[in-house]
């Protein structure tokens, strides 16, 4: 299991901002996807935002021109830039990286990262 180390979450005020981050292992091979996901509590965990291989970029439409999805390929370093955030943001906060190796599809999870956003 690919260890991914998540930092930056915390509380924040309705119409804030906040970055949250991702540190990649650099031995990680056959990545399809790489993104994150929010879980709100009682609720499913869905995709916020997520690079595809082929150069796509996917966005919930509940944060499409909020946030930003980016990434620093020299330090191996996934980002979430969250901006205007709303109470409904409020969630654990998780980095996913999809791999394909032999056929078989891996997801692999960081430890997740709560962000607080008070109304």
């Known amino acids: 299991q690919v260890q991914l180390v998540e930092s930056g979450g915390g509380l924040v005020q309705a119409g804030g901002s906040l970055t949250i981050s991702c540190e990649v292992p650099?031995?990680?091979?056959?990545?399809?996807?790489m993104g994150w996901y929010r879980q709100a509590p009682g609720k499913q965990r869905d995709l916020v935002a997520n690079?595809?291989?082929?150069?796509?970029?996917n966005y919930a439409d509940s944060v499409k021109g909020r946030f930003t999805i980016s990434r620093d390929n020299a330090k191996n370093i996934l980002y979430l830039q969250m901006t205007s955030l709303k109470a409904e943001g409020t969630a654990v906060y998780y980095c996913?990286?999809?791999?394909?190796?032999?056929?078989?599809?891996?997801?692999?999870w960081g430890q997740g990262n709560q962000v607080n956003v008070s109304s």
């Open positions: 690079f595809v291989s082929g150069g796509l970029i």
């Open positions: 650099r031995s990680i091979s056959g990545i399809n996807a």
């Open positions: 996913h990286v999809e791999t394909w190796h032999g056929g078989i599809r891996a997801n692999n």
